[in-house]
């Protein structure tokens, strides 16, 4: 990956972290290499996350919209990805008028996915 | 405080009924597959390189490890079929720095970091017949979740650059405040003159303005 930096974020928590592990593992599988030399690891995943913290979230807004994730991470999305099926209009469950907590957040977005 | 539920159709004198919910991956590699492949042969978008799939987990985990949340919302549109169609995608930042709080620099704000509609004809090609427009739905969208999160409407946004003038007019149109180019800022990005924001006034203001059409019809429950 091309990223360069200090990692510096926060998130010291438990949860956070086990969370995070979470995330990152069923992030595995989703991307693919556009350079046969990049390693797409879940290892290499997480230190792909852990360089991307120390950009400031409006240049990285700018750098993808200038060049892709393929140019940034040299990562595009996996060809064997189906299409998924979102299903029935009538289903759909209306998002929160409420914060989630983080926890509340990480299980909706892996229980649904 | 609700969504948006309704919003003018652009054909017809109706209105078409949204869902918002929170996007999970399927939206996200939905979007990737079957939409963002058309987007990406529009030269005049700013979002013809996303991918969604890398926001809704990479991203979304970065802003974790900063002890922030990183907030997926999709704006959902009725295909004739009956199917749910994704129609516009949103990623905020929660909490992120209010822009309008110099010099202090509170973080009670909610930061629009990603924020696409897809063409009409596009969703007209996924069977939604008569779209509507979306670019203003996914501001209110903002809003209401800065509401919902305590952070009183507040929210930040950068106006891409790729997006050129055509996006920095859209956002004054909906009534943001523009961060005048110079002035300073809490991260360590110059201030290019495309920064937006909003305070309680001014998002109170708009969410008003978007509670009902120009026929006085009510677009919120």
């Known amino acids: 990956m091309e990223f360069q930096g200090d990692y510096s974020g926060g998130g010291s928590s438990a949860t956070t972290r086990a969370n995070q592990k979470r995330e990152t593992a069923y992030t595995y599988g989703l991307f693919e290499s556009a350079d046969p030399k990049i390693d797409t690891s879940l290892q290499a995943l997480a230190e792909l996350v852990r360089t991307i913290v120390t950009v400031d979230e409006s240049e990285l807004l700018a750098q993808i919209s200038e060049r892709g994730i393929q140019g940034l991470a040299r990562l595009r999305l996996s060809d064997d990805l189906p299409v998924p099926d979102l299903g029935d209009w009538v289903a759909l469950e209306p998002a929160p008028t409420r914060r989630l907590t983080d926890e509340e957040y990480a299980d909706y977005a892996t229980a649904k996915r | ?221």
């Not at chain 2, 620099?105 to 596009?122: K, T």
């Not at chain 2, 920095?168 to 495309?194: Q, S, T």
């Not at chain 2, 203001?205 to 919120?220: E, Y």
């Open chain 2, 1 to 221: 405080m609700d969504y948006l539920e309704f919003q003018p159709s652009k054909k017809t004198n109706g209105l078409s009924r949204l869902k918002v919910v929170l996007m999970t991956l399927d939206h996200a590699v939905f979007w990737d597959r079957v939409i963002q492949p058309r987007i990406l042969r529009m030269s005049d978008r700013a979002d013809r390189f996303w991918s969604w799939t890398f926001f809704r987990t990479i991203l979304v985990l970065s802003q974790q490890a900063r002890g922030r949340q990183g907030i997926g919302l999709v704006t959902m549109l009725q295909a004739d079929n009956g199917k749910a169609i994704p129609a516009a995608m949103s990623m905020l930042i929660d909490p992120y720095f209010d822009f309008g709080s110099a010099p202090a620099w509170s973080r009670d704000s909610a930061f629009v970091w990603f924020l696409a509609s897809a063409p009409a004809e596009i969703l007209v090609s996924l069977g939604v017949s008569d779209p509507p427009s979306l670019g203003g739905v996914c501001v209110d969208n903002a809003l209401v979740y800065s509401v919902n999160a305590g952070l009183l409407g507040k929210i930040g946004l950068h106006c891409a650059a790729a997006g050129g003038q055509r996006l920095f007019d859209f956002y004054e149109d909906k009534h943001l405040i523009p961060l005048p180019k110079g002035d300073k800022l809490p991260i360590r990005r110059e201030n290019d003159g495309r920064f937006f924001y909003t305070d309680t006034v001014s998002a109170n203001r708009i969410l008003s303005d978007n509670s009902q059409d120009r026929l006085g019809r009510k677009l919120r429950p």
